[in-house]
């Protein structure tokens, strides 16, 4: 194919294609330390919203505790911001980072 017979994209194109791209980029659902909720509190909101076992649970809450925050889980915003709601509905600080 010769430069000269392919058509270049028209800008509106190029800025759905670059808004796809980055939303299908991983990003991070991190969860925050309180000083209102429990271990157990938390840990059960990341089984039942994350899809979390209950010893991964565990070792993220404890994470949270000691380092402030944990990624908790990664994937594209689309997937990402239902969990995180969810999270906050449950009393918890979280963002999509």
């Known amino acids: 194919m010769n430069r000269e017979t392919q058509a270049l994209p ?3 194109e190029v800025e759905v ?5 980055i939303d299908k980029e991983e ?3 991190v969860v925050f330390n309180d ?3 429990t271990f157990d509190h938390v840990a059960k909101i990341l089984v039942k919203v994350c899809k979390h076992t209950q010893e991964q649970a565990e070792q993220c809450t404890l994470i ?3 380092k402030g ?3 908790v889980k990664k994937g594209s915003t689309e997937k990402l ?3 995180c709601q969810a999270i906050l509905d449950a009393g918890i600080q979280a963002a999509i980072v």
């Open 10 to 12: 028209e800008l509106d």
């Open 17 to 21: 294609l670059l808004e796809e791209l």
């Open 27 to 29: 990003h991070d659902l």
């Open 35 to 37: 000083d209102v909720n």
């Open 64 to 66: 949270i505790h000691y």
């Open 69 to 71: 925050k944990c990624a």
């Open 81 to 83: 911001k239902p969990m």
